[in-house]
């Protein structure tokens, strides 16, 4: 009748079904190496410990909360600045007022890009060093006292502002 036999696939051989399990088990092995870092131990103790380098992570993490800085961004030329104070965009200023107070640990370079101080017109200027919990309490004074200030007060009421233009919110 000349009808053709239809072809069936061929069944797996059990020797390729053996290899996957062997090699699906190497695979993950070897992706637990490569992510998870090795765990060092006290050899004392035999207590885990921190792998070298995360201890000297540790190490200047912790002497950049002791070596830290409250600093002002100050306006270098009169003109608008821009400002973060619900209701304004923009804020006039002249040389020399204050536009931002801050705190960091990382210094004037780990903290603003070079490019961002010259976009804006400001001049990054230290004002006390010391813990990063003490500058934190200098920028509070700074901040809670900035609508004493003579350069705010010089401004007519209306133009008078709670805290310096780029810093939003008294934390």
């Not at 239809?6 to 190496?33: D, G, H, M």
């Not at 410990?49 to 992570?57: C, D, T, V």
């Not at 804006?120 to 500058?135: A, D, L, P």
Request: with cysteine; net charge positive.
């Amino acid at each position: 009748m000349g009808a053709n036999k239809p072809e069936l696939p061929k069944p797996e051989t059990q020797i390729q079904a053996n290899y996957r399990l062997p090699l699906t088990v190497f695979a993950l092995f070897l992706v637990a190496i490569i992510l998870f870092p090795k765990i060092e131990y006290d050899e004392e103790y035999g207590k885990p410990k921190l792998h070298p380098k995360e201890e000297e992570k540790l190490r200047r993490r912790l002497m950049e909360i002791d070596d830290s800085e409250q600093y002002a961004l100050i306006a270098e030329v009169a003109g608008w600045y821009p400002c973060l104070h619900s209701g304004r965009s923009i804020f006039y200023l002249k040389a020399g007022e204050v536009w931002k107070y801050g705190v960091t640990s990382k210094g004037k370079v780990g903290r603003y890009a070079g490019s961002f101080l010259v976009s804006n017109k400001v001049t990054y200027v230290i004002e006390f060093k010391g813990t990063f919990s003490e500058c934190l309490k200098q920028e509070q004074i700074k901040l809670f006292n900035y609508r004493y200030l003579p350069e705010n007060l010089g401004r007519i009421p209306q133009e008078r502002l709670p805290r310096p233009p780029y810093n939003s919110v008294m934390r």
